[in-house]
């Protein structure tokens, strides 16, 4: 068990690749990340991040602010992810990265458009979303909407390192923004995205390989160890 | 000035055919639907509808029910909705009609995969949401989740006939759920509806026009005004 923001909770870890999520527990969405709390069974993470901050009173109020322009900023701020920055920066990393290492080609005008969604996305995020604010909840504290947002923005390190510099470097606020998300909520930023940067240098091995760099074989159980993405149940109370 | 469930609202029709989404008002995010209460300007249906519910006293509780299990269960619902329900639909509809309409040759994997998604979305809604209750929000009124959902589905009426009847007939609690939703929201839901319908021969004819089953010219002019979206700002207090 481990508490924090006055939350008690035991952590699970779930194995997709073995599958775990179709257990009985899982039944009916089989979906995760999913919590239990007390008799509520409750999946998708922005209804999962609401819950916790407005169900738990130990919860400092900058996460999900109660004044309702302010809430109703960050729920308008987590429907946008939906069908844009996560559409686009998920999208990318999907058909450029972790399709054509599971040995599925990817098509080129779905890669682009992804991209071009991507783009426009991170574009809203400097010009609108950050440009007067530190954190997109108006406060000087990070909202439940950095913390899911910037999660989002992390997935990009699994690009090439030249890819990745092309796309985030015109983005100046949106890289500090990553930055102040990291510095706030230290140490768990940084624990949380160990497997991602473990994951990095072999994926990147492994796309410069395919690409034609290097003449290794590619060992699919390898790439599926790699990408096996560290997606956690939390059971609460 | 029109007032329902207590709110005072003027309701603001824009033409995205003309790009009218595109003037001043709508800057930064030009989406719509919008609405502007006081000094807020809030976009994102779900974020409205959340909005409208919390802050209006005269809105019904079960819109958007204060118990937090209740109201957890409405934003997972609403959260899913984005990548399963609208997934699958919206695709559906934009890559078999709206694109072709267009003179846009649609993807056959494509309209594959979306028709996957909804069929599975569809059998979430009749064997989970809707299996034991009438409505979503776990109350004998709609929830803001019904009424986003059900006007979703609604959109697979401009299907032609006989792929509207093979896609929804074997869910006869959705069916039923729909029809719940339209008479406990009398006259509004047939108001709003009443475009798409409008629309729905004349897509249905066009369609099969460009089958093959008829000669006639298609006019892309025609075919867009049959398009064009009937969405509103409104604009309250």
Same mark, same amino acid.
């Given at each position: 068990?481990?508490?924090?923001?006055?939350?008690?909770?035991?952590?699970?870890?779930?194995?997709?690749? +073995?599958?775990?999520?179709?257990?009985?527990?899982?039944?009916?969405?089989?979906?995760?990340?999913?919590?239990?709390?007390?008799?509520?069974?409750?999946?998708?993470?922005?209804?999962?991040?609401?819950?916790?901050?407005?169900?738990?009173?130990?919860?400092?109020?900058?996460?999900?602010?109660?004044?309702?322009?302010?809430?109703? +900023?960050?729920?308008?701020?987590?429907?946008?992810?939906?069908?844009?920055?996560?559409?686009?920066?998920?999208?990318?990393?999907?058909?450029?990265?972790?399709?054509?290492?599971?040995?599925?080609?990817?098509?080129?005008?779905?890669?682009?458009?992804?991209?071009?969604?991507?783009?426009?996305?991170?574009?809203?995020?400097?010009? @609108?979303?950050?440009?007067?604010?530190?954190?997109?909840?108006?406060?000087?504290?990070?909202?439940?909407?950095?913390?899911?947002?910037?999660?989002?923005?992390?997935?990009?390190?699994?690009?090439?390192?030249?890819?990745?510099?092309?796309?985030?470097?015109?983005? &100046? +606020?949106? &890289?500090?923004?990553?930055?102040? @998300?990291?510095?706030?909520?230290?140490?768990?930023?940084?624990?949380?995205?160990?497997?991602?940067?473990?994951?990095?240098?072999?994926?990147?091995?492994?796309?410069?390989?395919?690409?034609?760099?290097?003449?290794?074989?590619?060992?699919?159980?390898?790439?599926?160890?790699?990408?096996?993405?560290?997606?956690?149940?939390?059971?609460?109370?």
């Amino acid at each position: 068990m481990s508490v924090i923001n006055g939350i008690d909770f035991e952590e699970i870890q779930v194995d997709v690749l +073995k599958g775990q999520h179709f257990s009985p527990e899982y039944i009916p969405m089989r979906q995760i990340p999913a919590i239990v709390d007390g008799h509520l069974k409750l999946f998708e993470s922005h209804a999962i991040l609401i819950h916790l901050s407005s169900s738990f009173p130990g919860v400092a109020s900058h996460w999900y602010p109660v004044d309702p322009s302010k809430r109703a +900023k960050i729920h308008s701020i987590l429907d946008w992810h939906h069908s844009y920055l996560r559409r686009g920066a998920a999208g990318l990393v999907s058909n450029s990265i972790l399709l054509p290492l599971n040995g599925i080609p990817s098509n080129p005008n779905i890669v682009i458009q992804a991209e071009e969604i991507l783009l426009r996305s991170l574009s809203k995020l400097e010009n @609108v979303w950050l440009k007067d604010e530190r954190f997109m909840g108006g406060s000087t504290q990070p909202s439940i909407a950095d913390l899911s947002l910037a999660c989002q923005v992390m997935q990009l390190e699994l690009l090439s390192e030249e890819d990745y510099h092309r796309i985030l470097s015109p983005y &100046k +606020k949106v &890289k500090k923004w990553i930055e102040d @998300v990291r510095s706030t909520t230290k140490p768990y930023f940084d624990e949380i995205h160990e497997y991602l940067f473990e994951s990095q240098n072999g994926i990147r091995e492994l796309m410069a390989t395919q690409s034609g760099k290097k003449k290794k074989k590619i060992h699919k159980q390898t790439c599926l160890q790699l990408l096996a993405p560290k997606i956690h149940e939390i059971e609460t109370r």
